[in-house]
């Protein structure tokens, strides 16, 4: 239960705001998240670490001497912004280039994806460095790998530690993938989290059970059995992470080993637990080497416990040890350091519209009131797509695509109202969405309303056919961006026949209306077809077979928004 | 909930044996706790701490370079008998004295009072810092103070920098002694805690309400209130500390701030509710100094939050502010260390029985027998003295007295098997109830049979007369170990009558069974008549008002205990 809140919504902010009071030896707040406020050297490689909040110490307790330059904090659960991943990177890049880590979870892939291409064509080396060390989740992450746990915190500390010992940045790239590479977490869950605001739990396990293998998002795991005693539970999680030992690891030798509690395992459970692990790991010929045990990467107050292990060669047990001072780890002799002057944001540029033709404007007003028409209606479907999105997914769809559609309505307004032409308003509303949504429904949308914009232009009252081949635009760059191909029981589902009929019916001399009438149309009933499908992408098996029946919810609110804006481009 | 555990009795070791691994570093496990396992030099002053388990980071978490020497752990919530606060304490000292730390509750005041008492004996400095910082049970704690928190925290940091920066025993001792006399604590509680084996909490808080100054094991607080909004709780907290705040203390200037978990409260929400504190303190003119923000002082699994306060002056900010390495708490530059040499347990005394003459020996027996007896009784009445004292304590009464009886015969039997007379018998008893039974009763019972065995000598079967000064004995050392009068509704309501009856009724001529037989009963008779009774000590009002018209636990079982020893006595 999460119990101290003011406005849901501002919770992470507030979170945030006392922790930076609290560490302001160590960080600095900056628009998405925190920053160092002690100096590093020009040159430095930065490591910027980040993802959903309510992971605490993950991401923002590991910034620090010795650990990560930089977090960036998305709202509960949900993958910050690429916006905001870009603006936190170049915050802290200095002239090293960036190494962005973070768990292997879809909108994370895609966010922080798209933040590593902007800041390369920004000519500043950007690499990813994706988590994926939960052995029970083998083929469940985004792109068929595992997801990432608390395997975070070695890889984030060895990235760190190479870093501060001035490696280059294909150096630092190369020893943290390694460190990931050789990393192998198995976990257990005895109940769930509940969000800010929420009164249900996200999920629940049965009273006297635990689920092996359950995600940190309540993602469904291998097994539910009863609670086990202290030296099942150890052999439960000591098992699958050495039956996972990576190609070329050794079997004995010299491990690091994080037992993590999830939230609200007490510290007492804990250490029992390690004793229990050591040992048994100890008769296998395992040597421990600094374990770390305590909560080190939480799901707000869910209950739980995993072991990590990673299998270390002499850089990487040197990199392990070396010493960090952050918020969440401390260890060895104290960095030395100075201050960092005070983050100053960028100034925003303003965009211009001044030579915007006045028939291209008054389009630009259309596209704006299509753009509100769709906020208000994604508002009032906000509790309904979050039912749908709750049988296969986390039930977070509909409060997304509200937030999503509310940004975009503001940024919207305010380019329509600056004079924007049609193109330049529906990139306004595409930016807005994709920098202030966050998750993966943030970055889907942001991409399908850009490459949308991108046919349009500022120059007059866009044809029929500029308005088709945007939806075209738009389903090319959402598949390209996720990899979903129609069938897999996503909004591509719905945007393709939308995209093909509008397209057709064009091309067949129809007015925009009337074809956008049979888009829409096409639309609908493609995305209540969507019931017969299994999702293929980033859903375990359990939730694909629960999912029988009931129709996407993301090609739900495409139809939606199609039918939405039709009424709207009507009146 | 406590879920990671195998057998609840052997919850304390285990969790400490995985703690002392982890931890190899900082500590070493002595029995009855955890010791430094880096060398500190002759003549420092040790600072140790303790108290029941169950509340990590406290005290275990807080031994280490810059802060204590070593920790005292009891068994779950219970103190730990004056045998392990002497032998950890005997353990620390480097020949500059001992400075006792512990929280002030009943049980810790007598056997942190008892152990210092021996270590002077030894010819040890020994004083107590007794923490007493809960300004919501102003009157309930022992002695009619307040109650110790987090304000362990401050006391045993200043302590320990104190006695790391070589000051000596009285300057320890009274800079700590300010440190405490200068700090103040509120909190709040949201839900109750689970002790290992246990299947319901050991209290409960509503749903959605919030129990204010509620205390660490459940002792009630002030009231019960809808929970409030962050800003709502923050003056909850800040208004009680800032109305308490001692004599001499500033309004405004410098303070250290705590900000702790009482277990699961989430740290996102520790960290949102610490922002709107310091806001909160700020505007009334205080400057924060190196605030510490986390779970410090636990209950296992209960939720709530609280807030600590210490007003500084310049020598207590230095002694906040100073490099402290411990499992919990990290500060400063790193303490240069060397390992210190492993703790080697001093060898067991071997008692030497073989002078006592047969008579004696066969009295020893008898005593011996009257003990298995007692211990057999108390197994079984187990869940019934555990049944009557929830009503105003907190139900360990049958566990401890099971578990106290159980060692008292285990101890017994040696010693009658070598054929000690029944003074020893009784001694070897009293010593092994007091030493591993822990908690309050097991210091009571143990200054009880130590007394009634003094009396009865080891020279020959000892007769009425010696029996009934060991019961008036045993009388006056309860009451002036622990202050209790006749009428306080304690075991001394039970006692009293059993002891004047037995003398009253040895000096009429009575044999000793008829004599013991209706000292007995007038034990049972005022037993049961403690129904009418209300509490005087160490019970905070409601919970007085709750035990009228039940008897008091200790009361019954004295009663029982005087029952069983007569039908022993009579076979």
């Given at each position: 239960m999460t119990r101290i809140f003011g406005d849901p919504s501002s919770f992470v902010d507030e979170a945030l705001q006392g922790f930076t009071d609290i560490y302001s030896t160590y960080v600095q707040r900056v628009p998405g998240g925190v920053l160092r406020s002690t100096a590093t050297p020009e040159g430095k490689v930065a490591v910027v670490v980040g993802g959903g909040s309510g992971h605490y110490p993950a991401f923002a307790g590991y910034v620090g001497p010795g650990g990560a330059d930089a977090a960036v904090c998305g709202d509960v659960f949900a993958s910050p912004s690429t916006r905001l991943v870009y603006d936190v990177a170049k915050a802290a890049n200095r002239g090293g280039g960036v190494v962005l880590g973070f768990g292997n979870y879809a909108g994370d892939i895609l966010n922080f994806g798209l933040a590593a291409e902007r800041l390369r064509a920004d000519g500043i080396p950007a690499e990813l460095l994706v988590v994926t060390d939960?052995?029970?989740?083998e083929g469940k992450g985004a792109n068929g790998q595992r997801r990432g746990i608390a395997g975070d915190v070695v890889a984030f500390k060895i990235a760190g530690a190479a870093a501060e010992a001035g490696y280059d940045f294909k150096g630092v790239l190369t020893v943290a993938n390694r460190a990931n590479d050789l990393t192998r977490s198995m976990g257990i869950a005895f109940s769930g989290c509940t969000l800010p605001g929420e009164t249900e739990p996200l999920f629940t396990v049965p009273d006297g059970h635990m689920g092996i293998g359950l995600g940190i998002h309540g993602e469904p795991g291998i097994s539910e059995e009863p609670t086990g005693t202290p030296d099942e539970i150890a052999e439960l999680l000591i098992q699958p992470v050495l039956d996972a030992r990576p190609e070329g690891a050794t079997d004995g030798g010299r491990i690091a080993v994080i037992v993590n509690g999830l939230g609200s395992t007490k510290y007492e459970e804990l250490f029992l637990l390690y004793g229990r692990i050591a040992a048994k790991l100890r008769e296998r010929g395992y040597d421990i080497v600094a374990p770390e045990v305590g909560e080190l990467v939480t799901s707000l107050d869910m209950a739980g416990a995993s072991l990590t292990v990673t299998w270390l060669d002499e850089e990487l047990e040197r990199l392990w040890t070396a010493p960090i001072q952050c918020p969440a780890l401390s260890r060895g002799q104290v960095i030395e350091t100075t201050p960092a002057p005070r983050f100053e944001p960028p100034a925003q540029e303003q965009a211009d519209y001044s030579g915007t033709p006045a028939e291209a404007a008054a389009a630009g007003q259309r596209v704006d009131a299509v753009i509100q028409a769709v906020a208000k209606a994604l508002h009032e479907a906000e509790p309904e797509l979050g039912r749908i999105d709750a049988v296969a997914g986390d039930g977070d769809h509909g409060v997304g695509m509200a937030r999503g559609s509310r940004a975009a309505a503001e940024a919207a307004a305010k380019a329509s109202a600056a004079g924007a032409g049609a193109g330049s308003v529906l990139a306004a509303a595409a930016d807005g969405w994709a920098d202030r949504a966050g998750g993966t429904s943030g970055v889907v949308w942001g991409v399908l309303l850009r490459s949308f914009a991108e046919q349009l232009g500022d120059s007059g009252k866009p044809d029929a056919a500029a308005v088709a081949r945007g939806a075209r635009a738009a389903f090319d760059g959402v598949t390209r961006l996720g990899g979903a191909k129609p069938g897999?029981?996503?909004?591509v589902d719905a945007l393709a026949p939308f995209a093909t009929t509008l397209s057709e019916r064009v091309e067949a001399g129809d007015d925009l209306l009337t074809a956008w009438a049979a888009a829409a149309e096409a639309a609908t009933a493609a995305a209540d077809a969507t019931k017969e499908l299994r999702p293929q992408i980033g859903r375990a098996r359990p939730l694909a077979e629960r999912s029988l029946g009931h129709p996407d919810a993301g090609a739900i609110s495409l139809a939606l928004v199609t039918r939405t804006a039709h009424a709207a481009l009507q009146s």
């Open positions: 939960d052995v029970a989740s897999d029981k996503t909004l």
